[in-house]
Nanobody, 126 residues
Framework: QVQLVESGGGLVQAGVSLRLSCAAS????????MGWFRQAPGKEREFVAA????????YYADSVKGRFTIYRDNTESTVDLEMNMLKPEDTAVYYC???????????????????WGQGTQVTVSS
């Protein structure tokens, strides 16, 4: 059974860095594109970043481009999101998601992703 487990969330001050990690099991990890999404209370789930199965292609939302970096370790079956220069607007529950793919095409709509983690809370104070 596929499982995605996020970790690394917490309460931090604006301007600092935080690393989220997602550990995957029960799937051929390198055959899946991986994505990070976030959702604040009362708002739609929002795309953050995605990386192809090989790690060779990345895709970022404009709101995080230049601040966040997504990377994966196919040996450990993990995908991380390094968040720098955090802002209060980044406060949300962050979700890891997996999309089976044979190509390097990445999608930003959550409907394209088949598996989801439980989420980890990130709170950024002013």
């Amino acid at each position: 059974q596929v499982q995605l487990v996020e970790s690394g969330g917490g309460l931090v001050q604006a301007g600092v860095s935080l690393r989220l990690s997602c550990a995957a099991s029960g799937l051929p990890f390198s055959s899946y594109a991986m994505g990070w999404f976030r959702q604040a209370p009362g708002k739609e789930r929002e795309f953050v970043a995605a990386v192809s199965g090989s790690g060779g292609v990345t895709y970022y939302a404009d709101s995080v481009k230049g601040r966040f970096t997504i990377y994966r370790d196919n040996t450990e079956s993990t995908v991380d999101l390094e968040m720098n220069m955090l802002k209060p607007e980044d406060t949300a529950v962050y979700y890891c998601a997996a999309q089976p793919s044979r190509t390097a095409i990445l999608y930003s709509d959550y409907g394209r992703y088949d598996y989801w983690g439980q989420g980890t809370q990130v709170t950024v104070s002013s």
